[in-house]
């Protein structure tokens, strides 16, 4: 069966009795989507960070990204049923799905197989409406940004400087930039614009970082916006008394999803920044829920531990004080094979060969995890039909020469109990050993440091170079928000800026083409290469294959 017909068949518990039953959550505090999806309040969030009691976190990573797939959501939820049957009371925390990608190429983010988190549908599509008051809260702040340059721009802005595009839930290229204000004086300003996408959105990073209401406010009203004519002054959405209209609209939107797994366990799915040119974590306010109710709280980083990984340890874990007790890293033999030089129509053919070449991927992130953030990691391998015993003995001999164990994990075909090894394995570390876990560089040093430590320590890049322009401008952030840290917008598909560079290449070159502050989200974006922050659809996108009939019945999602 297909993952959408899997889920269409799970057998669901009403949501708040599930809650009550699991973890005592009074169903006073669920606010219910239906039956099977509920929003926790906020009040009862506080009330656990009064607690005491703290779970031990669990990051689920990969390695880099290939078209063979890896299965990172999969595993995360596959780990989070296994803990639960081994007896380990466990919560899962994952990202909200985009639906760009559900539409375009990647699908959706609810895991696969017998490991999903479901009702499947409702989550890759709209969910809680979540995305929808992002993009609302978002845009409110752009229109308020040209009704008021058309209404006498009190405030001086210089409308050549502002930062704020809108934003589109959707893969759409063809509004990376476009012109407003056409027709006329009386439909504003004319001037360049352009379009990002949802999950590049500084809200949807805001929203992530957030720890209540009060906060979300604060950062929302430190967003800057633009400058004013005298190139230097920034314009916050607090000048513009922005915060509080798009605090209101994200006033649902902040509080946690509380849904299910296949085999009936708490799920939190809330936020979905993407890690390739976001921040890639889920909430910390679902992270750190889940550490107050359940003993062990497993969450996923979006895509390689290059990207998603390292913002979620330099960002997310910096910012919310949360430590990483173990590190899950997946992989498949396929991906592996496809980094050492395998094209996709063979990579169901044994070939060791190109495995112990590929294996030279999965090897640099292993020391990036062990030795740059000095935290225990545990290898597991997805398990696809096609791998061989001689091939997956390869890999558990490569990884134990590293001193790393690596585990075979069967969950997407067996759900919760092809994983239980791996949830032994992990429950071995985290009980027993005390990471003592290291950020990648210091808060003090300069801005242009903290990026080539990421390059050349994370990516295995020679160094890093940039124009004089964009030298000025991280020259100019320095003086006031040297502090803060990076989070890198680069391609996914390698430790380089040259998606198709497999492995792990070394003594590349880094060029930094842009730079922009997130002063309320608390970082600073660096774009590396030629990344975009609105992708596009793919020749064949997904969409054309999503179908519903006179039922109401979903095909080809997954």
């Known amino acids: 069966m297909s993952d959408i017909e899997i889920a269409q068949k799970a057998s669901m518990k009403p949501i708040i009795e599930l809650a009550k039953a699991k973890f005592n959550i009074p169903p006073e505090h669920l606010d219910p989507y239906g039956h099977y999806k509920a929003k926790l309040s906020l009040e009862y969030v506080d009330s656990l960070s009064h607690q005491n009691k703290e779970g031990k976190l669990i990051l689920v990573t990969a390695i880099s990204p290939t078209p063979a797939g890896e299965g990172k959501t999969t595993t995360t939820v596959g780990l989070g049923d296994a803990l639960n049957r081994i007896g380990k009371k466990t919560i899962i925390c994952l990202r909200e799905p985009s639906l760009g990608p559900c539409f375009g190429l990647k699908g959706g983010a609810a895991g696969g197989g017998y490991a999903q988190v479901v009702p499947m549908e409702d989550i890759n599509l709209h969910f809680t409406g979540d995305f929808h008051a992002i993009g609302v809260a978002h845009n409110l702040l752009a229109a308020m940004i040209d009704n008021h340059i058309h209404h006498g721009n009190a405030l001086n802005i210089d409308s050549r400087r502002i930062k704020w595009k809108r934003v589109l839930d959707m893969n759409d290229r063809a509004l990376r930039k476009i012109t407003i204000g056409q027709g006329g004086i009386g439909n504003g300003f004319l001037r360049e614009d352009g379009f990002d996408i949802v999950v590049a959105s500084e809200v949807m990073a805001i929203l992530c970082l957030a720890t209540n209401r009060a906060d979300l406010k604060e950062r929302l009203g430190r967003i800057i916006i633009g400058y004013k004519t005298d190139k230097i002054t920034p314009v916050y959405a607090s000048d513009l008394k922005a915060q509080g209209a798009m605090a209101a609209v994200l006033k649902d939107a902040i509080k946690p999803n509380l849904v299910q797994t296949l085999e009936n366990n708490i799920a939190i799915v809330h936020g979905g920044p993407f890690a390739n040119i976001a ?165 003090d040093i300069p801005l242009w440091n903290k990026i080539e430590v990421i390059a050349t320590k994370i990516y295995g890049a020679k160094e890093i170079v940039a124009s004089s322009k964009v030298h000025e ?84 999602l997954f």
């Open 279 to 443: 921040h890639g974590c889920n909430s910390v306010t679902a992270t750190k829920t889940a550490l107050k109710l359940a003993d062990y709280a497993v969450t996923e980083a979006g895509f390689g531990a290059d990207l998603g990984a390292e913002k979620f340890l330099n960002i997310k874990c910096r910012s919310s004080k949360l430590k990483p007790s173990a590190v899950v890293l997946v992989a498949t033999v396929r991906a592996l094979k496809y980094h050492g030089g395998i094209e996709t129509d063979h990579l169901n053919q044994e070939n060791l060969e190109a495995l112990e070449i590929g294996f030279s991927n999965i090897q640099r992130h292993i020391h990036n995890i062990t030795k740059n953030y000095n935290l225990p990691v545990v290898v597991s391998i997805n398990h696809f039909t096609h791998d061989t015993d001689a091939e997956t003995s390869l890999l558990k001999k490569k990884c134990e020469e590293l001193g790393v164990k690596c585990v075979i994990s069967s969950h997407w075909a067996k759900g919760g109990a092809g994983a239980e090894e791996l949830a032994r394995e992990i429950i071995e570390i985290v009980d027993n050993k005390e990471a003592s876990f290291d950020y990648l560089y210091d808060d």
């Open 473 to 556: 401008e991280i020259d100019k952030l320095q003086n006031k928000y040297g502090k803060l840290p990076i989070c890198m917008a680069k391609t996914q598909m390698s430790f380089s800026t040259d998606p198709t560079l497999k492995g792990a290449p070394s003594n590349h070159i880094i060029e930094i083409s842009d730079v922009k502050l997130e002063n309320g989200a608390g970082f600073i974006v660096v774009i590396a290469g030629n990344m975009m922050t609105m992708p596009g659809l793919p020749k064949v996108p997904t969409a054309e294959k999503i179908d519903i009939d006179d039922d109401g019945l979903i095909t080809g």
